[in-house]
């Protein structure tokens, strides 16, 4: 159990999953919570990682930051995509180790699984078939990660671990039109039709994959619950154990929003993944489950799309 005043690096506390995390380590009395900009410190610098590392000695590690976007941004910057996320996150656990951490916790995204994994997915289909080649290099980059966790674990005995979430959306999301992910891109997108009055709004494939989501303030409770009641050398999947058809969610996400115009869909757009459902039995097992239901997680993030309009710029 991490004592109330340990020494907590929050690693990409500016972003959504990193600053719920923050939050909810706050809201549970944690005190000595260490955060560092961009500008204060690139994880993609060895040098500055190590410094920073070597004079500050935090006792654990949330390791949230990452370079994320949707599938537009995947396709068009794939080098970027595995080479900032790879590196940054060997400097983070590599320096963690070197420094004598007691516990790092590394954070997955579910896109780690094949495409054509059995449905729900469990931990242990990892690496047992192709991945999805729209975010094969972001999904190269976090097996790496969780891979590097677990040999540190298995060569000098750290115990550092992985968390992989499904999809996440909530506080702090990025409602970039091209650069988001589906549910925050939505969210703009059924706004911005409902001020400016139009009469439908298109949106990509066929409406037919299935998603599960899970609310980023769930997740962070995960996270903080993990470090202090779980270890070992497989991951954990973060999620609700519920999908609907993206189809379902835009009808959800228009009714939140209130728009109450047509929904028209582009089949010649991709869909992605057919189906995403992780299995959360190993979570459950455990002792936790998720709080928020997806239509009240819709409504709260998008109020705080109306209250920080500056998100959606970026």
Known sequence: MMEKNAKIYVAGHRGMVGSAIV???????????????HKELDLTRQDAVEAFFAAEKP?????????????????????????????????????????????????????????????????????????????????LAKISGL????????????????????????????????????????????????VEGKEYVTCWGDGSPLRE????DDLANLC????????????????TGKELTIKELTELVAKVVGYTGEIRWDPSKPNGTPRKLLDVSKATALGWTYRTELEEGIRLSYEDFLHNPMRAER
Not at 213 to 216: C, G, P
Request: with cysteine; proline share 5%.
């Open 23 to 37: 939050r909810e380590l706050e809201r549970q009395g944690y005190t000595n919570i260490i955060t560092r900009t």
């Open 59 to 139: 006792e654990y590690v949330f390791l949230a930051a990452a370079k994320v976007g949707g599938i537009v941004a995947n396709e068009s910057a794939l080098a970027d995509f595995m080479y900032e996320n790879m590196i940054l996150e060997m400097n983070v656990v590599h320096s963690a180790w070197q420094n004598g951490c007691k516990k790092l916790e590394f954070l997955g995204s579910s896109c780690i699984y094949p495409r054509m994994a059995p449905q729900p997915m469990p931990e242990s289909c990892l690496l047992t078939g192709e991945l999805e080649k729209t975010n094969e290099a972001y999904a």
């Open 224 to 239: 903080v619950f993990l470090m202090n009641n779980y270890s070992g050398n497989e991951t954990v999947n973060a999620g």
């Open 213 to 216: 989501f899970l609310y980023v």
């Open 147 to 194: 891979k590097y966790c677990e040999f540190l674990n298995r060569q000098y005995g750290t115990d550092y671990i992985s968390v992989m979430p499904t999809n996440l959306y909530g506080p702090n999301d990025n409602y970039h039109p091209t650069h988001s992910h589906v549910l925050p891109a939505l969210i703009r997108r059924f706004h911005e039709a409902k």
